[in-house]
């Protein structure tokens, strides 16, 4: 069993900065959960192209409000506390926040540790002003 808080990961290996976004990695591969989970922060105003080739993740807000749009062609999801979206058929999107949204995110299969953008297919973008 595994038992853990925010705080025991704040500060460390697993407190990734992604430039627009910041993920609290509470469980990984190692945890052998079958998947991730992240407590993540997305930060305002900004727009981050991301295109999880390998993965697929569901993410569910808690806080804040932006935005999901598949990419080449749509649609626009808003996404506010209590959204849900699943990315079942790693969907190219773009991904934004009006006010700083925490998602909590889960990978399978489960991140090893430390990604960000190339080799967990996330690819920052412009950040609106
Ligand atoms: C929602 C999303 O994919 N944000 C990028 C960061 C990633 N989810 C992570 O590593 O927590």
């Known amino acids: 069993m595994i038992v853990k ?67 080449p062609d749509g649609p626009t999801y808003p996404i506010r506390p209590g959204t849900l979206y699943a990315l079942n058929g790693n969907e190219k999107h773009l991904l934004r926040a009006s006010k700083e949204m925490r998602l909590i995110c889960t990978f399978n299969p489960p991140l090893t540790g430390t990604e960000a953008h190339d080799a967990e297919g996330t690819y920052p973008a412009a950040t609106v002003e």
């Open 5 to 71: 808080t925010l705080d025991d990961v704040l500060g460390t290996e697993h407190e990734v900065e992604g430039g627009n976004w910041t993920s609290r990695r509470l469980l990984l591969r190692n945890a052998g959960m079958g998947f991730s989970l992240h407590d993540t922060l997305i930060h305002a105003g900004t727009e981050t192209f991301i295109w999880y080739k390998n993965h697929v993740e569901a993410v569910y807000c808690i806080e804040g409000e932006g935005e999901i749009e598949l990419v």
